[in-house]
């Protein structure tokens, strides 16, 4: 973070005590959802012996993704903490909003593993396809920099980036700020879909997953 937000402070001509707690904050809930993206590909075969083997709850094997990724988020929560503490970051009311936020998330992270777990199950070349892209979202994603330096010409390429308004449920209240409504929106419009999408898929391939390992 030290090293990152003295390079881009400069780059952006931003001062460093302003720039180091955005950055922080931006970066703890990407690697978040990020990290659940990528280990969500793996959710299924990462666990082949055990699904050939017995019969076993597919929720299990996601929820428990999801949370191993949430107990590593909270250790690297501390990292901000710390700035914080430093930059003098604000804590007031709109701080306790990173609760309804990474509920959220959680609810959303479960269909997304699902889902990423069924098809790259079933295709193996999904998942390094992913990969590729996450590495191209984190630059064009308003983590090292913010939406309003794109202007309002480009400000629906930030509306539509679904990864954008999870990273910003999360990272507004870390700055002592309200998430924008736009985010909630499109969060709640992702979770109906996702869990429809998820739940239609689920009960017609559910059963084919052990022999697609």
């Known amino acids: ?61 996601t929820c428990a993704v999801v949370w191993r990724n949430l107990i590593v988020f909270f ?35 479960v269909w997304v593993t699902a889902l990423l777990g069924l098809i790259c199950t079933r295709f193996r070349d999904v998942a390094p396809l992913l990969a590729s892209m996450l590495q191209i979202a984190l630059f064009v994603t308003p983590i090292f920099w913010a939406p309003a330096q794109l202007g309002l010409e480009l400000a629906t390429f930030v509306k539509l980036n679904l990864i954008y308004h999870f990273v910003d449920a999360i990272r507004s209240p870390l700055l002592g700020r309200a998430p924008g409504m736009i985010s909630y929106e499109a969060i709640l419009l992702a979770t109906v879909a996702g869990w429809a999408i998820t739940l239609a898929l689920f009960s017609r391939f559910e059963r084919r997953i052990a022999y697609w390992l």
């Open 1 to 61: 973070m030290l090293a990152l937000g003295l390079l881009w402070s400069r780059l952006w001509k931003q001062d460093f005590r302003d720039y180091l707690p955005f950055l922080c904050a931006g970066m703890v809930p990407w690697v978040l959802v990020s990290t659940v993206v990528t280990e969500g590909c793996f959710a299924f075969t990462s666990y082949e012996s055990i699904i050939k083997s017995m019969r076993f709850s597919f929720t299990v094997l």
């Open 75 to 109: 250790h690297n929560l501390l990292v901000f903490v710390v700035i914080a503490v430093i930059c003098r970051v604000p804590v007031n009311q709109n701080t306790l909003l990173v609760v309804p936020g990474l509920l959220l998330f959680f609810v959303n992270a």
